[in-house]
């Protein structure tokens, strides 16, 4: 399926995004796997292991979720998305409940709206066990966006379709 298929990954430098990386490039030979990170150091660090001159279909993206304009410029002629940026810890998102809701809730409508304008095939969006019944403000905001994704469907007319998975 991933086969000469653009694919971007958002928060590709983090623990999940790691590891998918690795995972798609054992099991795929996609034409261009795109890393979308804010983190310019994890980015460099990514690249000692992933170089681009062993797999050349990898790009490293410079970006931030909550910038729609470089959402839009990262999706041009992405095929799939693997929606992963989020702030993640519980304390931090208790601490910081505004910045949650930028990254985690409004980065992953930039990422829906810009999928669905640039005709990407399908997104994949990584939620919580915690957004069942949430009981703190994280479980809240991951469940806010599953609501997003799956309200997406409805008005994406079919040609981006949107999915939730729930990891934890």
Do not use: W
């Amino acid at each position: 399926m991933l086969n000469g298929k653009s694919v971007l990954i958002t928060g590709g430098t983090g623990s999940f995004g790691r590891s998918l990386v690795q995972q798609i490039l054992k099991k795929y030979s996609p034409k261009r796997l795109i890393i979308f990170s804010r983190d310019e150091y994890k980015q460099y660090r990514m690249q000692q292991t992933f170089s681009d001159a062993q797999y050349q279909c990898l790009r490293y993206f410079i970006g931030d979720v909550r910038d729609k304009n470089r959402v839009y410029r990262a999706l041009e002629g992405v095929d799939y998305v693997v929606h992963a940026a989020a702030l993640k810890h519980v304390p931090t998102a208790e601490y910081n409940p505004f910045e949650t809701i930028q990254t985690n809730i409004i980065g992953t409508q930039n990422v829906i709206e810009a999928a669905i304008d640039r005709q990407v095939k399908g997104v994949v969006v990584l939620s919580t066990d915690k957004s069942v019944n949430p009981i703190n403000f994280y479980g809240a905001t991951k469940l806010c966006v599953e609501k997003i994704a799956v309200a997406a469907n409805s008005y994406s007319g079919g040609k981006t379709k949107c999915s939730v998975v729930r990891y934890g």
